[in-house]
């Protein structure tokens, strides 16, 4: 079973800095793609960033230039190195990865989420 554990989010205030990171365990065969997505209370989850195994990366308009991830699918991890932090940027943050069990199934799977609270 394909479980994504993330870690590092919290609590800080508008300005600051907080490192997210994701690790994907379980029977897995190669990650083409890993990402970020985040919810805030009463909105839709929205995208915040995705790399490929290749490295390519894209980002939310609103993210670009103050977040940055990166990653070795190779090893099944990613992070999201999130700068200059607004309030708006309070969400819960999921990670996501898009794996091959086999060479023959697929499958898109979620994190449990971490919250990131962005204080004014």
């Known amino acids: 079973q394909v479980q994504l554990v993330e870690s590092g989010g919290g609590l800080v205030q508008a300005g600051g800095s907080l490192r997210l990171s994701c690790v994907v365990s379980g029977r897995i065969y190669s990650i083409p793609v890993m990402g970020w997505y985040r919810q805030a209370p009463g909105k839709e989850r929205e995208l915040v960033a995705t790399?490929?195994?290749?490295?390519?990366?894209n980002y939310a308009d609103s993210m670009k230039g103050r977040f940055t991830i990166s990653g070795d699918l190779v090893k099944n991890t990613v992070n999201l190195q999130m700068n200059s932090l607004k309030p708006e940027d309070t969400a819960v943050y999921y990670c996501?990865?898009?794996?091959?069990?086999?060479?023959?199934?697929?499958?898109?799977?979620w994190g449990q989420g971490t919250q990131v609270t962005v204080s004014s």
């Open positions: 790399i490929s195994s290749g490295g390519s990366t």
């Open positions: 996501n990865c898009h794996a091959w069990t086999t060479r023959w199934s697929n499958s898109n799977y």
